[in-house]
């Protein structure tokens, strides 16, 4: 194989490969957009059903950040007489499930209905 020839297909399968990249990017920013609607679309509100469904130890953290209206895991914790540890475990759980939000401000994550 000739040294021209031979730069000619390396030449063409950089392009394939720039091009099938270009194509996961793409299917990639999608995919993100996708799940990111995905998750607002399930976000459900604190109401008494909500409530009355959910484990005791759930249902007092998310009546101690529904008081509060915003609160850290420490606040929440105070609350409910437990630990701050174990408050934070519950309180992403609700976020995962999509009944509370969280937002950090700093160094300190706020929790909020």
């Given at each position: 194989?000739?040294?021209?020839?031979?730069?000619?297909?390396?030449?063409?399968?950089?392009?394939?490969?720039?091009?099938?990249?270009?194509?996961?990017?793409?299917?990639?920013?999608?995919?993100?957009?996708?799940?990111?609607?995905?998750?607002?679309?399930?976000?459900?509100?604190?109401?008494?059903?909500?409530?009355?469904?959910?484990p005791?130890?759930?249902?007092?953290?998310?009546?101690?950040?529904?008081?509060?209206?915003?609160?850290?895991?420490?606040?929440?914790?105070?609350?409910?007489?437990?630990?701050?540890?174990a408050?934070?475990?519950?309180?992403?759980?609700?976020v995962?499930?999509?009944?509370?939000?969280?937002?950090?401000?700093?160094?300190?994550?706020?929790?909020?209905?």
């Open positions: 194989m000739e040294e021209a020839e031979f730069r000619e297909r390396l030449i063409k399968l950089l392009e394939n490969i720039s091009l099938k990249l270009e194509r996961l990017e793409n299917a990639f920013k999608t995919s993100i957009k996708s799940s990111s609607q995905t998750q607002k679309e399930n976000k459900t509100p604190l109401d008494v059903d909500v409530l009355l469904s959910l005791d130890h759930l249902r007092q953290t998310a009546m101690a950040v529904s008081t509060r209206g915003s609160a850290t895991a420490e606040e929440v914790a105070s609350d409910t007489s437990r630990t701050r540890a408050e934070s475990d519950y309180l992403n759980q609700l995962k499930m999509g009944y509370i939000s969280k937002r950090r401000k700093g160094r300190t994550v706020y929790f909020y209905v």
